[in-house]
């Protein structure tokens, strides 16, 4: 794994990166799909620890089933389970989508709120959740942090912080206003087409000349090609020998 940058780039230079990446994904939206705002919020819960593409061939199927709250709120839970269960953590995502459903048909009338709080208190749906579907399907200024935004907004020198909270509080004072909400399109797509774990692909990289990661990579390649070890790396191993040796 390539280690993060230790110093944060000037606000000016964070400014540039992400306008890079803006120009290099112009049309950047959600790969999940959906129809309404309940089945992006369905999506959503869905999509935790599993792939954007397994949640598109398993929600067709789910709003088959159960094509509105008041459906999803009346499913038998084992039959959910059964449709989700390619998901992953199949149980705890039917209960948590069965009972968001309830709790929509119970206090919203089936809608799906358009405020944090809300959304928030919803079983199932955290900061994250929620600002996908506020940014996507309401057009708020909010940005979502996942695995994908964590590490390039890291690497590219945006953040220092440990939390998602803390890269989402530091990303955000780097975008106007208006483009926020797209702002986690850039940094997600960046991230699986270009910046991915655990290796970027920094040779097609459009931000290598101004990334603070892209020299770091560099020399960790040249040490592989040398056959020469990082220094860590060397540590490390120097110390097991030293405690096989007794």
Known sequence: MIPFPKRKVTRVHGQRELEILERTYPAAVTALEYDSPFTLLIAVILSAQCTDARVNLTTPFLF???PTPHA???ADLSQVEDLIKSCGFYRMKAKNIVNAARALVEHYGGEVPSNREALEALPGVGRKT???VLSVVFGAAALAVDTH???VAHRLGLTLAQTPRGVEDDVVKLVPHEKIRHA????????RAICKAPVPLC???PVRELCPTAPI???LRRGRTTGRA???AKKKRSGRTGRSMG
């Open 64 to 66: 088959a089933a159960y």
């Open 72 to 74: 999803l709120a009346a």
């Open 130 to 132: 929620a600002s996908v």
């Open 149 to 151: 935004v964590f590490r």
């Open 184 to 191: 986690h399109h850039w940094l997600i797509l960046h991230g």
């Open 203 to 205: 040779d097609r990289c």
């Open 217 to 219: 990579a560099a020399r």
């Open 230 to 232: 990082p220094a860590a």
